[in-house]
């Protein structure tokens, strides 16, 4: 088989491959869970059918699709699916941590809140990067949605690396969808690394990276279609020993997390008071006042002798 | 399979590691070095390129 073979055969079976993971996601009634994952896969089925159409269409049928408008079209087809696909896989990444900590409230939040600002700061850092005095238009666009792909890839390998760690003290196992999820999308961004670097060096629009592309998207595709497609094993009882880090941490977490409690403490107009509660902190106030000394009788002697030291 | 599943992982996230160092050295030149993963062409050229970069070949 030729290598032109081989990338057509292998194009073509992504889209397949995409559709069949969808049909076992939504059978398995997850989809809900991982919605991020099913939005994702529908941008890639659909990206992948519209490139394929216009492929086709640029190599068949010229009469009818003029080359360089088929070329243009495939271009921003491309690049703006790819652009959707980093923004999704962050969007997975996400999910998929806020499914993994579900069990410890604590962290999640705390994570969540972490996972939140890195986002944000490694978008602002992928648009000021691509922000270059050469840089302008398509260039510009391209340099951005690479930067962002390369973002996600390393907070993808980031995520699977804490998944893979920390599986057993969140009740997981190697069989849960949430860790074969991670792994292929670990596949993918090591993928999508060694081909950043590796395309750098090649000018052809048919690398040869192609192919391993292609097997690395079908593989990844085959593994997520069996772990939606088998039964996932229920999450184990999860039982930490007093002295654990991750019981710890939640404790804390937990307690940062709570709403505090405001003491008014000046500057109140009695206008904000009802009549009623003006009414109490009257009673209130008086009953705090202290209490009068009972006067007893002075005898008559004693008062003449203060009245004769006072008028001396 | 709780030794390999993690050895996978770490190998996987060495060679992601190494890889984002050779994209760093390799970015600062104003060329497309990225592709989705797909099997399908990566568009390298310009829009206007006079060859519509061999969409037709």
Known sequence: MTQDALVNTLSYLEPILCAMVLMVLLRSKEAKKYLNLVALLSVKVLSSAICLAILYSAASWRHVLEPHLAYQTYFYVYWISYALEALLSLLVIYSIFKLAMSPLKGLQTLGILVFRWVAVISIAVAMGVAFSPHLAGVKFMVAMITQLQQTSSILTLCLLLFVCFAIRPMGLSHRSRIFGVSFGLGLLAVTNLVQSAWLSHGSDMKAAFSIVNGVAICLTLCVWSAYFAFPEPKRRLIVLPTTSPFLRWNQISLALGDEPGYVAVGGIPPELFAPAELEVMRRASAKMLPMPEPVEAIPAQATSTIMQSLTA | ?57
């Not at chain 2, 890889?19 to 990225?34: D, G, P």
């Open chain 2, 1 to 57: 399979m709780k030794l390999i599943a993690r050895t996978l992982a770490v190998a996987l996230v060495l060679t992601g590691a190494v890889a984002s160092t050779q994209i760093s050295s390799a970015s600062t030149t104003a060329k497309v070095s990225v592709a989705r993963n797909s099997a399908m062409p990566v568009p390298r050229c310009a829009p206007d390129d006079p060859n519509a970069c061999g969409i037709a070949n």
